[in-house]
T-cell receptor, first 112, second 113 residues
Framework: GENVEQHPSTLSVQEGDSAVIKCTYS??????FPWYKQELGKRPQLIID?????GEKKDQRIAVTLNKTAKHFSLHITETQPEDSAVYFC???????????FGTGTRLTIIP | ETGVTQTPRHLVMGMTNKKSLKCEQH?????MYWYKQSAKKPLELMFV???????ENNSVPSRFSPECPNSSHLFLHLHTLQPEDSALYLC????????????FGSGTRLTVV
């Protein structure tokens, strides 16, 4: 089955700086890679996703890059703000799977 | 609300009690999921239902019993739980198979005493 590893487990960055979270996956058939943000005491929310037919996707301050050859994908947050503080989860799935496989999460703290 | 509603939001139960968690989605999704979230294993898949048929049981102890009467409703029946079962239980739904984004409910915070 799929195995997703996520690094780092904790990350602190100064407000205004960029943050990068990386994930690797094991199943070369995986073709869908979402990212979720979970604020303290709240539910995980989908913030961006990418499919394997593209290498990069951007939405305002958030971007995701995918390297299919190396089987890794990354979340990039630029111009970080205090409200970006949360736990971020990556995930992977392929068509035909009936579940997402999640990474173990990264706790991001933005320092004012 | 996100379209996925979980009740109750908080539950405290003794080890001999029987209780049920409820999840309801109004998104027209066909797949529903139960996840357990605790400090040690952040997002642990428990059960998967697709078109109200159970398609995965991720080696979950029998003291957890899921029920999916239709594509919009999902239950998790609990009995004789252990203190280590205390966690946040999240329900999610997706349009179809796993390669669509999940919509999560707000979860039920369960404490077993």
């Amino acid at each position: 089955g799929e195995n997703v590893e996520q690094h780092p487990s904790t990350l602190s960055v100064q407000e205004g700086d960029s943050a990068v979270i990386k994930c690797t996956y094991s199943d070369s058939a995986s073709n869908y890679f979402p990212w979720y943000k979970q604020e303290l005491g709240k539910r995980p929310q989908l913030i961006i996703d990418i499919r394997s037919n593209v290498g990069e996707k951007k939405d305002q301050r958030i971007a995701v890059t995918l390297n299919k050859t190396a089987k890794h994908f990354s979340l990039h947050i630029t111009e970080t703000q205090p409200e970006d503080s949360a736990v971020y989860f990556c995930a992977a799935a392929n068509f035909g799977n009936e579940k997402l496989t999640f990474g173990t999460g990264t706790r991001l703290t933005i320092i004012p | 609300e996100t379209g996925v509603t979980q009740t109750p939001r908080h539950l405290v139960m003794g080890m001999t009690n029987k209780k049920s968690l409820k999840c309801e989605q109004h998104l027209g999704h066909n797949a529903m999921y139960w996840y357990k979230q605790s400090a040690k294993k952040p997002l642990e898949l428990m059960f998967v239902y697709n078109f109200k048929e159970q398609t995965e049981n991720n080696s979950v102890p029998s003291r957890f019993s899921p029920e999916c009467p239709n594509s919009s409703h999902l239950f998790l029946h609990l009995h004789t739980l252990q203190p280590e079962d205390s966690a946040l239980y999240l329900c999610a739904s997706s349009q179809d198979h796993g390669n669509y984004g999940y919509t999560f409910g707000s979860g039920t915070r369960l404490t077993v005493v």
